[in-house]
Structures are given as structure tokens and as C-alpha cells.
């Protein structure tokens, strides 16, 4: 029996030439190579000894090859030329340093008949100087005439890794920078002759403004890498919708403009993530103000019911159907090119975070309305944690924001503002809501998140 060859990590055995020849032959078959070409990802084949046995031209064209014959029974880090690859006794995972490699992991994973996906850090020396990549691969088994093989994708996230890098110092900085320009605006504030108040006020406000943006975008950032931390705690939904109000009265968008906060006749507690509901409302209040005429009313409301707490934001205008199809897609602005990730954001702290959804109504009487509809207690472990809740039954005789699609009627009494009760219609009532953004009859309904001025196309 021979022994085994020395290794510190995976075994460091390979195959005969003959099996290697033999084992690429199985994979000239011209529907599977056209299969692999086709894919964007470099992909290799690697036997039970972790050996290239066929690569797909992807990494041909990038090493500048016409075929993979002299890549034949190589393994992946001496491909790349990985430090830890020359410095094993057996070549590339026999090293220590290969304890921690992704790509090992993953291959001996597949291996052992299980799937697997792992970063992977691979330092290249080339003479004097060391290259580093960042690299996603994915290693899935694939058995072929009774042999155990491994499809070995690799994707390089090398450019994501430092753009990630630089946004995270980007704004630590322009943050510090910033709140701190914010500070000294306060202290003039404070101490400047009353002459000169009305001009430091202005330097005030909008230093709070450039604070916010720059909190609101790396907020998104994070929420969009999933990196964002939920901080449940109760809270009391009527006053943090006061809070809101109290906060965009004094915006600039909302000046000629009523802005009104209608009284809720249930208990309106709840457990969630009051910072980020927040933002999740004062988006839809901005939204709104942007949308209304001057001398319009926005009135924000909320229903309760056992299980959720339904917010409620209405202003005057219709939504064109060419709009309400594109509401859900990220960067889709009226705006023009840049913009179009206000509610964006919305839906996806809503539904990614918060647990709730998120709808809309418009009607072309004239008005439209939001709704962010959430669980009372998601946090608790009282209901799933899956942002999509839409095959579960609605709570007789109350809007239920979960349900796609489904009657939605009622409304808390006096809800409807001026405008609608001109027209005869209350909030809530309408068509049935609809996935695609569309409605039955005349008035659409859709879920998802409205992009902050949208709703200004047609009005």
C-alpha cells in the first residue's frame, strides 16, 4: 500500500497522465462544451484529485490560449499562480495556509456530494511584485460514467470588494467632514447678531440637509449589500407618524402646502425599527409634498387592526398607467437620469427589513395614496420572516396590505380629505390590488414603491 504523500490540508495525490487524457475526453461533447462557453463565469471541470480535466473559453480567451491542453492536471491556485500553491509539498490545497481558502473548502465540499459557494483570497507573485484577487467561486458535484467530478465556477469580485472598501471610507470622512460643518453652523447659530440670524439659519439648514442625504445614502447602500443592522423596539405608530409630520412641516417641499395627521381610533403599538420606519414615512411624505400642487393638502393617517398597523399617506394627482408600470424599478425616475431611488428605498427597507409591505393606489378623480402595511409584532416571532406574506388570509372587514390580489375596503372614519370626499371616494376604496401594477376597472392599484415624484407625470 503507498503511503500517503505529506500534506497539511487536502490530500495531495494525483492523477495518472493516461486518466487525465482519459478523463478530458469526457467532456468533448459539443452540446456540454457550447453549454459551459455560453456562461459568463470562468468555469472549470476538476477530477476527485481536484485537477483541471476541461476549461471553458472564458479562461481561454483571457490567458490568450487556443486550447486547454497544456492546463491539464494542473489544479486551480497553480493556475492563478497562488503563493500558497508553490509553497505546499504537494502543489495547490496542501499547504497551511490553504486551511482557509475558499476554493479548497468549496471543492472538497463538492466532492463530498454538496454544493458550495465561498469567497476566495488568492495572492499572486509575479517576480517582485504580489497581486491580490478577490474571487466568488462556486464548486457543484457532477458525476460522469461512474466518476465523481466538480463544475468549478469563478467570479471575480475583486472590483466590488474595493469599491465597498472606499465607500465605507468615503463616508466615515465626508460624514466626519460634514456633521461637522453641521456643529460650527450651530454654534454660529447661537452666538451671530440677530441681523445676521436669518443667513446662519439658512448655513444651518442646509448642513442638516447635506448630513441627511449623506446618512440616507449610506443607509441604502447598506440595506442594498444587506449589511444593514434592525434595531426592533416598541413603538407607538400614531406618534411616530406625528413625529414625521412635525419633521417635513417645516421642509421646504412642503411650503404653500397642508400637511395634516389624522387621529387613529386603535392602539397603534407596535415592535419594529422605528429609524428606519421613519425614514420609510418621511420618504412617502416628501414624496407626496413633491407631488402636491401648492395650497394642496397631504393627510397622513393609520388603520389598526389585531395583527397590523397600516400608514397611509394621500395627496392629490393621478398616476399615469405608463408610470404605475414602472413604479417598482430601481433608478426609474420622472425626474430624469440619476434619480429614482427614494422609493426604491421604501419598498426595500419595507419588505427586506421591516417586514411589511408596501401598495399603492391611484385613482383619476384625483387622488393617490400610499400605504405601508406592518406586522405588530414580525419581531417577535408571531409571523414569518419572509418579506412576501401574500398567500395569507386578510382580517375580515379591515385592509389587509398583504394580500395580492384582494379586496381592500374600509379605512379609518374621516380619513378622506377634502378632495376625495368631493368625489366621493374614501381611502381604500376602489379596485382590487394587482402584482403587475395594474387594476380592474379604472382606478389602478399596485404594490411596490413609488419613486418620490412620479407621481407628478400627468397631473
Known amino acids: 500500500m503507498t503511503p500517503p504523500l505529506p500534506t497539511f490540508h487536502a490530500p495531495a495525490e494525483r492523477s495518472a497522465d493516461a486518466d487525465l487524457l482519459r478523463q478530458a475526453g469526457l467532456f468533448r ?5 457550447s453549454l459551459l462557453d455560453s456562461v459568463t463565469d470562468i468555469v472549470l471541470i476538476l477530477n476527485r484529485h481536484r485537477q483541471i480535466v476541461f476549461v471553458n473559453r472564458n479562461l481561454l480567451e483571457l490567458l490568450s490560449l487556443s486550447d486547454g491542453t497544456n492546463l491539464l492536471g494542473l489544479r486551480p491556485g497553480e493556475l492563478f499562480h497562488c503563493e500558497n500553491a508553490c509553497e505546499g509539498p504537494g502543489g495547490c490545497g496542501t499547504a497551511d495556509g490553504c486551511r482557509e481558502c475558499g476554493a479548497v473548502k468549496a471543492v472538497l465540499c463538492a466532492l463530498g456530494d454538496e454544493r458550495r459557494v465561498e469567497e476566495c483570497r488568492i495572492t499572486q507573485r509575479k517576480g ?20 465523481r467530478f466538480v463544475i468549478f465556477a469563478i467570479n471575480d469580485i475583486s472590483h466590488e470588494k ?68 434592525v434595531d426592533p423596539h416598541p413603538v407607538d405608530g400614531v406618534e411616530l407618524l406625528r413625529d414625521v409630520a412635525n419633521l417635513y412641516a417645516g421642509h421646504d417641499t412642503a411650503r404653500g402646502r397642508a400637511l395634516t395627521v389624522l387621529s387613529c381610533a386603535a392602539d397603534a403599538a407596535m415592535v419594529t425599527d422605528s429609524t428606519l ?39 392629490p394627482g393621478y398616476i ?36 411589511g409591505r408596501v401598495g399603492f393606489e391611484t385613482s383619476p378623480s384625483g387622488w393617490t395614496e400610499f400605504r405601508v402595511c406592518l406586522p405588530r409584532n414580525a419581531f417577535n416571532g408571531t409571523t414569518s420572516d419572509a418579506p412576501d406574506t401574500s398567500d395569507r388570509p386578510g382580517t375580515p372587514d379591515t385592509p389587509d396590505m398583504r394580500d395580492a390580489p384582494g379586496d381592500v375596503r374600509g379605512g379609518a372614519p374621516g380619513l378622506a380629505p377634502a378632495w376625495a370626499r368631493e368625489q ?36
Open 128 to 147: 517582485d511584485d504580489v497581486l491580490a484577487y478577490d474571487l466568488k467561486v462556486c464548486a457543484t458535484p457532477f458525476d460522469r460514467d461512474g466518476e
Open 277 to 315: 420606519l421613519g425614514r420609510v414615512l418621511g420618504n412617502l411624505v416628501k414624496n407626496a409634498l413633491e407631488a402636491t400642487p401648492e395650497q394642496g393638502e397631504v393627510v397622513l393617517g393609520c388603520d389598526c387592526d389585531g395583527e397590523c398597523v397600516t400608514f397611509r399617506v394621500r395627496n
Open 29 to 33: 461533447d459539443p452540446t456540454l462544451v
Open 424 to 459: 366621493g371616494q374614501a381611502p381604500g376604496e376602489g379596485p382590487q390590488w394587482n402584482d403587475n401594477g395594474e387594476a380592474r376597472g379604472r382606478d389602478a392599484t399596485a404594490w411596490g414603491s413609488d419613486d418620490a415624484a412620479v407621481a407628478r407625470a400627468g397631473r
Open 320 to 355: 399615469r398607467p405608463d408610470v404605475q408600470r414602472q413604479i417598482f424599478q430601481r433608478s426609474f425616475s420622472t425626474k430624469g437620469a440619476g434619480r429614482g431611488l427614494g422609493t426604491y428605498s421604501i419598498r426595500l427597507l419595507t419588505q427586506n427589513y421591516l417586514k
Open 162 to 229: 474595493r469599491r465597498r472598501a472606499l465607500e465605507r471610507i468615503f463616508f466615515h470622512d465626508i460624514l466626519n467632514t460634514a456633521g461637522g460643518l453641521r456643529n460650527l453652523a450651530q454654534m454660529i447659530l447661537e452666538e451671530v447678531p440677530l441681523d445676521l440670524r436669518g443667513d446662519t439659519m439658512l448655513l444651518h439648514r442646509f448642513s442638516n440637509a447635506l448630513v441627511e442625504e449623506i446618512v440616507t445614502q449610506k443607509l441604502l447602500l447598506a440595506a442594498e449589500t444587506d449589511e444593514l443592522p
